[in-house]
């Protein structure tokens, strides 16, 4: 099912930083590790959650320490995304331009919590309200992420199914041209 299946750049980006900090399971999925691995001084405060670089490389993130530990994971994979991905002040930055890294950092999410390459090598249940129930026990997300996540991986699934069925059909016609 998952030949078809075909990553957008940003989640091979994301794939791509996975395998250099060798994340390999989804319990590395954590703000410890992932923290560690990337030199970024968490702080948990009352505070809505942001990002700084204080100087080149080195960065701090706060974490609004009234969420839940699931939601401050995700809190922090968001933060990550604007680290490692957007640069510059968004008080600065003309609204269409906030929206788009928002939208991006959103996108990350999904894409970091419950990387393709771990998914893909489940063993999911048939039923999808199973299989929903086993990816968000295995990645620890809320099962609307998980849903939203297999969602997206069935629509890219299928998108690639209709490509290669045109891709064959262009063939076909020009092998059908080149006969005549």
């Not at 320490?65 to 922090?76: I, N, V």
């Not at 890294?101 to 390459?117: C, G, H, N, T, V």
Request: hydrophobic share 40%; with cysteine; aromatic share 8%.
């Amino acid at each position: 099912m998952y030949a078809y299946y075909q990553m957008t750049t940003l989640e091979k980006w994301t794939e791509d930083l996975y395998e250099r900090l060798d994340i390999r399971h989804p319990a590395q999925i954590s703000i410890k590790h992932i923290s560690e691995r990337l030199n970024i001084w968490v702080h948990y405060l009352d505070v809505r959650s942001k990002c700084i670089e204080a100087s080149a490389g080195m960065y701090s993130m706060f974490l609004d320490s009234r969420l839940p530990a699931e939601l401050q994971r995700l809190e922090f994979l968001h933060e990550l995304c604007h680290l490692l991905r957007h640069a510059g002040s968004h008080t600065l930055m003309p609204e269409h331009f906030q929206q788009n890294q928002e939208d991006e950092a959103e996108r990350f999410i999904l894409y970091a919590a419950m990387p393709f390459s771990m998914i893909s090598t489940m063993n999911l249940p048939e039923l999808r309200e199973d299989a929903v129930n086993a990816i968000a026990a295995a990645f620890q997300v809320p099962c609307e992420l998980a849903l939203q996540r297999i969602d997206q991986i069935q629509r890219r699934v299928f998108q690639g199914q209709l490509i290669a069925v045109m891709e064959r059909n262009e063939d076909r016609k020009l092998i059908h041209r080149h006969i005549r």
